[in-house]
């Protein structure tokens, strides 16, 4: 890429540096890529020049493609410099249902000396076994040139944590993912269970046998499914704010797994909503 950048004249440079800018721009706004179209077309509109080619949403996809595998190839130099390394792993869905196992890597950075979290990639699970989340995060971090079974290789550094949610598939003491990485490597490794995950769980737990408690989350339930379902006692719940002349804030579902935040949300726009909906 460098080389044949230095072939094209200045503007031409300016001209890819504002599309690489866009394109950027598309994923780290959460955007799909055929969102890049439009805003070139934007910014086209606005004056900019961004001439005839490279506009669609191949071209998007190339752009970020050169752009991962810069980024790529810096936490690759990265690794070389730093001597501990932790490993972070959750497990998510994609929009085609497919298992797939997002894996990240903590350090501190060479240069600013700072602790930075990178995401060394998102690997598609060919079981939800620990075997096959092991296979994942093994190879997640090999593209970031860290070979799990050879934690002593010259100029790599040393795993010493390992940070995942409590399933007995990662926590397994007999052959969970965190046993099948200490085994693997020379050292011990620390196994820390999400300290968020393990907030919301010890929170659940404690409220089970609190009848006052159970039966106030079961009305607040209520009130949510009441107009989070539909979308006609929305608008009319919009309207009588607007008679009031007050903000509202929308009722929102009480999630199992982000239970403590996800209550939180849902008390503030009760409370604040209540002389609306009384």
Same mark, same amino acid.
């Given at each position: 890429?460098?080389?044949?950048?230095?072939k094209v004249n200045q503007s031409e440079v300016e001209r890819y540096e504002k599309l690489f800018n866009t394109a950027y721009a598309?994923?780290?706004?959460?955007?799909?890529?055929?969102?890049?179209?439009?805003?070139?077309?934007?910014?086209?509109?606005?004056?900019?020049?961004?001439?005839?080619?490279?506009?669609?949403?191949?071209?998007?996809?190339?752009?970020?493609?050169?752009?991962?595998?810069?980024? %790529?190839?810096?936490? $690759?130099?990265?690794?070389?410099?730093?001597?501990?390394?932790?490993?972070?792993?959750?497990? %998510?869905?994609?929009?085609?249902? !497919?298992?797939?196992? %997002?894996?990240?890597?903590?350090?501190?950075?060479?240069? !600013?000396?700072?602790?930075? !979290? !990178? =995401?060394?990639?998102?690997?598609?699970?060919?079981?939800?076994?620990?075997?096959?989340?092991?296979?994942?995060?093994?190879?997640?971090?090999?593209?970031?040139?860290?070979? /799990?079974?050879?934690?002593?290789?010259?100029?790599?550094?040393?795993?010493?944590?390992?940070?995942?949610?409590?399933?007995?598939?990662?926590?397994?003491?007999?052959?969970?993912?965190? @046993?099948?990485?200490?085994?693997?490597?020379?050292?011990?490794?620390?196994?820390? =269970?999400?300290?968020? =995950?393990? *907030?919301?769980?010890?929170?659940?737990?404690?409220? $089970?046998?609190?009848?006052? *408690?159970?039966?106030?989350?079961?009305?607040?339930?209520?009130?949510?499914?009441?107009? %989070?379902?539909?979308?006609?006692?929305?608008?009319?719940?919009?309207? *009588?704010?607007?008679?009031?002349?007050?903000?509202? /804030?929308? =009722?929102?579902?009480?999630?199992?797994?982000?239970?403590?935040?996800?209550?939180?949300?849902?008390? @503030?726009?009760?409370?604040?909503? *209540?002389?609306?909906?009384?």
């Amino acid at each position: 890429m460098d080389r044949a950048l230095a072939k094209v004249n200045q503007s031409e440079v300016e001209r890819y540096e504002k599309l690489f800018n866009t394109a950027y721009a598309v994923v780290k706004n959460n955007r799909p890529f055929s969102d890049y179209s439009f805003m070139c077309d934007i910014q086209i509109k606005n004056g900019m020049q961004l001439g005839n080619d490279h506009l669609g949403r191949d071209a998007c996809v190339n752009f970020l493609t050169a752009i991962s595998k810069v980024l %790529s190839d810096k936490t $690759k130099e990265h690794m070389k410099l730093v001597r501990f390394i932790s490993i972070m792993s959750d497990g %998510s869905t994609d929009s085609s249902v !497919t298992e797939q196992e %997002s894996v990240l890597i903590r350090y501190v950075h060479p240069e !600013t000396h700072q602790p930075i !979290t !990178t =995401h060394a990639s998102i690997e598609n699970l060919e079981s939800a076994t620990a075997d096959g989340v092991y296979a994942a995060i093994k190879s997640g971090v090999s593209k970031c040139g860290i070979n /799990l079974g050879n934690n002593e290789a010259e100029g790599q550094p040393k795993i010493v944590c390992v940070n995942m949610d409590g399933a007995a598939v990662n926590m397994g003491a007999k052959n969970g993912v965190a @046993k099948q990485i200490n085994d693997q490597v020379n050292n011990k490794v620390i196994v820390m =269970h999400c300290v968020a =995950h393990k *907030l919301e769980l010890g929170i659940l737990d404690a409220v $089970k046998d609190v009848v006052y *408690l159970k039966k106030f989350e079961d009305e607040l339930k209520r009130i949510c499914k009441f107009y %989070s379902f539909s979308p006609k006692r929305r608008v009319e719940l919009k309207n *009588l704010a607007k008679i009031f002349y007050e903000d509202l /804030l929308m =009722h929102t579902e009480i999630k199992a797994v982000r239970w403590v935040s996800s209550k939180s949300r849902t008390l @503030k726009a009760v409370c604040q909503d *209540l002389h609306i909906t009384a």
